[in-house]
């Protein structure tokens, strides 16, 4: 069956560090990978894209990282600040076209 | 307004009862979703809209679930004799075409169901 794993343990990081998340998956051939960033008692937000042909994408101080050979994604926040604390979802898209995510990843930046 | 809206925001029922949860998607979007989120854990797939086709009712995860979209726009989720179970936050999502390249989900805030 298909699969979306992610860090289960919650990642605690000091401010300025380097905060990297992974996503790996079984079962699925995607063409794309997105990630969401998820604030207590709000929906998802959309972050990035990366297709199956871009090894690396980056926006601001995010960077993902996309390798189809070992079924893995990795989500790096550097410079990290007290607002990025959230939860971080990935997701991919089936056969049948529906986005399955991840249980998340939660993130907490101290001051 | 600009987002996915969904009411109510929170919703308290008694096992029995039957509820009714609404969502408005983005104007102009033609593909529409439904996800159910339990504490602590992921989204799960419900039910998914696109144009005039039929829906994905795949992910329901019984008959006493249902849902409707009227006139392309609006849509309601329906879960009739709720359950327990059933209790979790059930979050709408809508976007430009079906999920691809260019389309990605945007999602309303949710409603929070408790079924006691």
């Known amino acids: 069956s298909q699969k979306i794993e992610q860090n289960s343990e919650a990642l605690n990081i000091q401010e300025g560090k380097t905060a990297t998340l992974t996503c790996n998956y079984t079962n699925y051939s995607p063409a794309y990978l997105q990630w969401y960033r998820q604030d207590p008692g709000r929906g998802p937000v959309f972050l990035l894209l990366?297709?199956?042909?871009?090894k690396e994408k980056r926006k601001e101080r995010l960077k993902v990282t996309f390798d189809t050979t070992l079924k893995q994604s990795l989500f790096h926040i550097t410079a990290s600040q007290p607002a990025d604390s959230a939860t971080y979802l990935c997701?991919?898209?089936?056969?049948?076209?529906?986005?399955?995510f991840g249980a998340g990843t939660t993130v907490t930046v101290r001051a | 307004g600009a987002g996915v809206s969904q009411s109510p925001s929170n919703k308290v029922t008694e096992k029995g009862k039957d509820v009714e949860l609404r969502c408005d998607p983005i104007s102009g979007h033609t593909a529409l979703y439904w996800y159910r989120q339990s504490l602590g854990q992921g989204l799960e797939f419900l039910i998914y809209?696109?144009?005039?086709?039929?829906?994905?009712k795949s992910g329901l995860p019984s008959d006493r679930f249902s849902a409707e979209r009227t006139g392309g726009s609006v849509s309601t989720l329906t879960i009739q004799r709720t359950q327990q179970e059933d209790s979790a936050v059930y979050l709408c999502?809508?976007?430009?075409?079906?999920?691809?390249?260019?389309?990605?989900?945007?999602f309303g805030n949710g409603t929070r169901l408790t079924v006691t």
């Open positions: 809209f696109q144009g005039n086709s039929a829906p994905d």
């Open positions: 990366i297709r199956e042909n871009e």
């Open positions: 997701a991919l898209l089936s056969n049948d076209y529906k986005l399955s």
């Open positions: 999502a809508s976007s430009l075409v079906r999920s691809s390249y260019n389309s990605p989900l945007h």
